[in-house]
């Protein structure tokens, strides 16, 4: 009897040393509660306890955890439907706030953001939903965050994994992406061939511009040189009229004759002209050719024949 006694009595020292000294692991907080009520949180470490008067309430994990979100169907703003899922990466601050002021912390959490998935979606169109996650995330974590503060919880991030529409409505944005991309196509072809056109009209132009300046020069030129041919015949008009006011009729011949050999020269040249037909006048040509050749006897006759001007006056005896 005395040694069923001492086992017993061993027993309960060993359970009262259990109970008395108490090891928190790093990462966790354990809440000490006196007679069922909450008085303090132990830390990591060794902490000393007395039995029955105080017990471990709640071991909280003070370390970032992360809670995946199931798959659940949204309807967006434009009545599509789509199926979303998510993850969440929260973080305990307070271990006596979510030990006491929330019965089971993740599943509230997770009721939280599922409820306010559909509610950021809801208010969003398709294109916006696939097209802005990063708003999506945003607008959840600051949501979550605020609504799960009193609870002593800090949510760090809310990342949507997935979005997926349903088969019909992808393989309706397929159609529409690529008539949306043979639209742009037929954009660019035709706008490279309007730029072609401009070109195009743009180099005739330029071209139109250079042939006019070109006619333009060549018509100044061309009146240039008949202004230049008419100062020449002018001039020579006036030493013709000077020579027939001094006396000299050949110079009138030579002028005559030189216009009508120009004349002829100009009809044995004509395309069309098979037969030419000599004049009536030809004897008027022979004596204005006669003329010429009194004007360059003259004129060889005038020559000074030796340095001194006498001797050109004195004809030639004769013996």
Known sequence: MGQLFALVLIVVVVIGIAKLVRIVPQGYEWTVETFGRYTRTLSPGLHFLIPVYQAVGRKMNMMEQVLDVPSQDVITKDNAVVRVDGVVFYQVLDAAKA?????????????LVMTNIRTVLGSMDLDESLSQRDAINAKLLTVVDEATHPWGVKVNRI???????????????????????EKRANILEAEGFRQAAVL????????????????????????????????????ATRMVSEAIANGNVNALNYFV????????????????????????????????LAGIAE?????????????????RRTPPSIS
């Open 200 to 235: 195009k009209a743009d180099g005739e132009k330029q071209s139109a511009i250079l042939a006019a300046e070109g006619k333009k020069e060549a018509a100044f030129r061309e009146a240039e040189a008949r202004i230049r041919l008419a100062e020449a015949e002018a001039e």
């Open 159 to 181: 990342e949507i994994k997935d979005i997926a529409p349903p088969r019909d409505l992808v393989d309706s944005m397929a159609r529409q992406m690529k008539a949306e991309r």
């Open 99 to 111: 030990a006491y002021e929330v019965a089971n912390l993740e599943q509230a959490a997770l009721a």
């Open 257 to 288: 004759a030189n216009k009508y050999v120009e004349a002829l020269k100009e009809m044995a040249h004509s395309p069309n002209q098979k037969t030419l037909l000599m004049p009536m006048e030809a004897t008027g040509i022979l004596g204005s």
């Open 295 to 311: 004007l360059a006897k003259d004129a060889m006759s005038q020559q000074p024949s030796s340095p001194s001007p006498t001797a």
